[in-house]
């Protein structure tokens, strides 16, 4: 049975950003004027930015181009959010400014009609055509695909049915174009990268012609690294790393940006699993692991799993599962979901004699879609575009089962003073703003 309140439904192996919560419709939002340079509701780098030729940033997450351009993690995020480019864009106060898309309008029969800028290109050069975007789309959302038709070179038009606009800036939606040989897809953004290496652990990414930005070196490193990122003068490091921002914050040329609360770990259990939260003390779990983490907020908007009611997800049937075993899995890479996961077992939420066991991303993957464990740690964004669309790719199981969110924690974006712009996204990704 699913669960009011507490404990919501969980689409664990999504990890795409989105608006706050936002619900589908079929509202076309207004064509935003372009915003005034003076404009700096979403930026969150302070004092007069400095010109510079290269800029240097510090991940603490792997960045893996096999993703791009659906990112994964922090890491991903940022970097992906300078290479890949969506229809339009949705700022951190919620505005829909144009992207790839120039203009939009309803169009015949109440489909939208969405329209090309005419300099869209390529990083090889190649204009952006709309039948480019249908192929991107078909390549990752069938469904959405066949609502498309294409019109000309330059124009779309879709079938709003049960949509938003605003999943048009979902980062799964980027228009790309496979890469001769592989690697690093070919996207539409301001910065361009084959993966060319600066070093062992960094990559070059260049800005395309005329976009008015500095290069970007970028590096990553284990967020145990983090501080000598700071000794190195970094220009821009995002971790969550507790150490690394309390050392940063007594460097004078430091400041620290504290971003918001977007990421939730969760608690997923099927419904045989004999998971006992009610006596348990959840309250001290943010002690539990090392990044800065509160109590799970459910109620506050930010959450968008707190609320699918308006979903048929949970009349789906869901098949007969034998009892799971008894041990709690996670990510093996993900130290935090380590660390909840031995706090849970050691709080005794299954009882004596369960177990904790970090798989392989895709071993976790199948076996979360298998439901034959008796619960899974999962770290996911708060947001979400589209909460129906997301909830259809949960497991079968699901429905019967329950999620309990344990904590929220965020990142922080440690900037050097003087840094060109930097704004923050609807989806918390940071990018850096033309001068």
């Given amino acids: 049975m699913i669960r009011a309140h507490h404990q919501v439904l969980l689409v664990g192996m999504l990890v795409v950003a989105a608006c706050r919560g936002a619900a589908p419709r079929a509202e076309l939002p207004p064509l935003a004027p ?53 229809l339009i864009h949705v700022d951190c106060q919620g505005r829909v400014l144009p992207a790839l898309a120039g203009s939009w309008e309803q169009g015949a029969a109440g489909r939208w009609t969405v329209t090309l800028r005419s300099d869209a290109r390529f990083w090889d050069g190649a204009p952006v055509t709309a039948r480019d975007v249908l192929t991107a789309w078909r390549a990752r959302d069938s469904s959405l695909a066949q609502s498309i038709a294409v019109l000309d070179e330059r124009a779309l038009s879709i079938d709003p049915s049960g949509r938003s606009f605003q999943r048009f800036a979902d980062p799964a939606l980027a228009v790309t174009k496979s890469a001769p040989g592989g690697g690093w897809p070919i996207g539409t953004g301001q910065y361009w990268t084959t993966g060319a290496a600066g070093g062992a652990d960094a990559l070059w990414a260049s800005p395309m012609a005329g976009a008015g930005l500095p290069a970007l070196k970028v590096t990553v490193a284990p967020a145990s690294e983090a501080r000598d990122a700071v000794d190195a003068n970094v220009d821009l490091l995002l971790t969550s790393d507790p150490a690394a921002l309390e050392y940063g914050r007594t460097r004078p040329q430091y400041q620290d940006a504290l971003l918001e609360w977007d990421h939730t770990y969760v608690l997923f259990a099927p419904e045989a699993s004999g998971l006992e939260l009610g006596a348990l003390r959840l309250e001290s779990l943010p002690q539990a692991v090392h990044v800065e983490a509160r109590a799970a907020q459910v109620n506050d908007g930010g959450l968008w799993l707190a609320d699918l009611k308006r979903c048929d997800v949970a009349a789906a049937a869901a098949p007969t599962l034998a009892p799971p075993r008894r041990r709690i899995v996670y990510e093996q890479a993900d130290r935090d979901a380590r660390d909840l996961a031995a706090r849970l077992v050691g709080l005794a939420a299954l009882g004596r004699g369960a177990v904790v066991a970090g798989l392989a991303p895709p071993a976790f993957e199948t076996a979360f879609r298998g439901g034959a464990e008796a619960a899974y740690v999962l770290r996911v964004r708060r947001r979400t575009v589209d909460p129906c669309a997301a909830a259809r790719e949960l497991p079968a199981w699901v429905p019967r089962g329950s999620v309990t969110p344990l904590i929220d924690t965020r990142t922080h974006a440690l900037v050097r003073r003087g840094l060109p712009r930097l704004s923050v996204d609807w989806d918390g990704a940071v990018r850096l703003v033309p001068r």
């Avoid at 700096?40 to 940033?57: E, H, M, Q």
């Avoid at 997450?61 to 992906?80: I, K, S």
């Fill in 34 to 86: 372009a915003l005034a340079h003076a404009d700096t509701a979403c930026l969150i780098a302070a004092g007069r930015p400095a010109s510079r030729d290269t800029v240097t940033i510090a991940l603490t997450e792997p960045v893996d181009p096999a993703h791009a351009p659906l990112p994964r993690n922090v890491a991903e995020r940022f970097l992906f959010a300078q290479l890949y480019e969506t």
